[in-house]
């Protein structure tokens, strides 16, 4: 299914955030109150809760939209190679539209975005761009043993986490088994945020001799947490949905080939119901959009090569000529002088 409509990427929904920016920036709190309950009602897809939240939290649903932005380009990124690469499938708009399949991809496509959500309100605290919300003054104390203590502005990641909970999780009302993939999704989303967290620190003490840090919490580059969510991609478990025993509410397990190789499911796992399509031909109604036209790799034996990428329906080759700079020199002083060079390039195109 598709990630781009999966997350906000559609014009439409941008050109809404940059006027709920000018809101937060010029007008008055009224006019704000006023406005955002107007322009959010206007986004396609959100819950009745989720419209209330961004009415009450323009500010945030900057960094909301923000976040969905990132969330996309990373995605992105880390599955170009693959059949499913993130690319939009036409048609589908709405703001965080259900994935028809419960599949791995449907996880990673839920985890990065509950991910690049918090991320981004995060950050955005640490900005002082939110209000009330700022750097993560709880950590206190100090360890003068291992001459450190903390200090500085960590990064807020509570309500950051807090915030995407609340906003994300306002979708899943139905209390059934896809619902549970997608919470738990969302959480193991916020769960990458967290384990990825770097504690740095400033040296304190006479001429540099660092007889003391001082040690505060940021936020990692988003690459970071994007092969973390891959990671937990290729090792995601496969769950069902059952009733336990004792409150009688429906619940995932990991499935089990025997009961003694059971394992416990964590929070930080990504589930999936439901076995992956090939993704090699368009079907539209499970949101697919397949691979013809995709471009290839001859030489190679991966995911991107054209045996695997093309599904065996073979690849047109395009030749094509490219003028690039070359045997650059430079003279003194002080240029660089390079003559133009031309280089045949081949291409393969999945059919």
Not at 67 to 87: D, L, P, T, V
Not at 161 to 190: P, Q, T, V, W, Y
Not at 212 to 234: A, H
Not at 319 to 328: A, G
């Amino acid at each position: 299914m598709d990630w781009r409509y999966t997350i906000m990427k559609c014009s439409f929904s941008n050109f809404i955030i940059w006027v709920l920016i000018f809101l937060v920036l010029w007008c008055s709190p009224s006019v704000i109150a006023i406005g955002a309950h107007t322009l959010c009602k206007r986004f396609l897809g959100l819950t009745k809760k989720q419209q209330q939240m961004c009415a009450r939290n323009p500010e945030v649903m900057f960094a909301v939209g923000t976040g969905a932005q990132i969330a996309i380009k990373e995605c992105q990124e880390q599955f170009k190679n693959q059949r499913w690469n993130c690319s939009e499938t036409p048609g589908k708009r709405a703001f965080g539209y259900v994935f028809p399949v419960g599949s791995r991809e449907a996880a990673a496509a839920y985890g990065a975005w509950s991910a690049g959500i918090s991320y981004s309100i995060t950050q955005e605290c640490s900005k002082g761009r939110i209000p009330n919300c700022s750097c993560d003054y709880s950590k206190k104390g100090s360890s003068y043993s291992e001459g450190w203590k903390w200090g500085g502005c960590s990064a807020n990641i509570k309500y950051g986490g807090s915030f995407a909970k609340r906003f994300i999780d306002a979708r899943e009302i139905e209390g059934d088994a896809r619902s549970l993939m997608n919470l738990h999704n969302n959480r193991a989303g916020r769960k990458a945020v967290e384990a990825n967290v770097i504690t740095t620190c400033k040296c304190h003490g006479v001429s540099g001799s660092c007889t003391l840090r001082t040690c505060w919490q940021t936020l990692p580059p988003f690459r970071d947490i994007g092969n973390y969510i891959k990671q937990r991609f290729e090792e995601a478990r496969h769950v069902r949905p059952v009733r336990s025993k004792k409150h009688r509410k429906l619940v995932l397990r990991i499935r089990s080939i025997s009961l003694w190789k059971k394992k416990r499911l964590k929070s930080g796992d990504l589930v999936y119901l439901s076995e992956s399509p090939n993704y090699c031909d368009y079907n539209p109604e499970i949101g697919i959009i397949g691979t013809g036209g995709r471009k290839c790799n001859k030489s190679s034996n991966g995911p991107d090569s054209c045996k695997v990428l093309c599904c065996g329906r073979g690849y047109n080759t395009l030749v094509k000529t490219v003028k690039r700079q070359c045997q650059c020199k430079f003279h003194w002083c002080c240029k660089v002088i390079c003559k133009v060079c031309s280089e045949v390039v081949e291409e393969n195109f999945c059919k």
